[in-house]
């Protein structure tokens, strides 16, 4: 028997899952959390063997109630249950510790699967998620950001618009721009928030 807490801030979703697994042999729903910091109180309470945590939560995320698992040693094995596979999320939450990455629109066998597979300890992977890691493994070969793509870069991480960073390196928008894309490029993101938070986890960048 596989015991599970299931963790989302939507009740519909809860409701879904904890239908899905209650109709399945072999699994138990032991509880249910809204939030990270309510996942992590209920999963020192119960200990369940799988974790099922969603991402983008009010309060404490799902990110830092992985971490905040791992930190205090809890067995619970993590599987992100998420609609999110950009890179600013992927790699936070398997940074973290998660054990594994699955999409809401995984069929069911697909999630039974990966349930089982977490529990034992392997790590599971989405294809689409797979494919977004080999890029970053991949990535340190690409081309070094220029000083100039590194100094548009940290304005846009302070908050600054493009017409921002334009008037402080005297220099036009299209330009900047150009920067960015060059930047996503050699980065491999497809937009300014993962590129930003991609730029800070490789220190890259700093925020004063």
Known sequence: ????????????????????????????????????????ALAERVRPDVVLMDLRM????????????????NPARVLVLTTYDTDSDVLPAIEAGATGYLLKDAPREELFRAVR????????????VATRLMGQVRAPAREELSQREIEVLTL??????????????????????????????KLGVKDRAAAVALALRRGLIELD
Do not use: Q
Not at 5 to 10: C, K
Not at 12 to 28: K, M, N, P, S
Not at 58 to 73: C, K, S
């Open 117 to 128: 597979a977490a529990a034992r300890g392997e790590a599971v992977l989405s294809p689409a």
């Open 58 to 73: 009010p309060g404490t995320d799902g990110v830092h109630a992985i971490g905040e698992l791992a930190r205090r040693g």
């Open 156 to 185: 846009v991480a302070r908050g600054g618009t493009n017409k921002d960073a334009a008037a402080k390196l005297f220099i036009s928008e299209a330009t900047v721009k150009t920067h960015l894309l060059h930047a996503y490029a």
């Open 1 to 40: 028997m596989i015991t599970l807490v299931l963790a989302d801030d939507h009740p519909v979703v809860r409701d879904g899952l904890r239908g899905i697994f209650t109709a399945e042999h072999g699994f138990e729903v032991l509880g249910e959390a809204g939030n990270g910091a309510e996942a992590v």
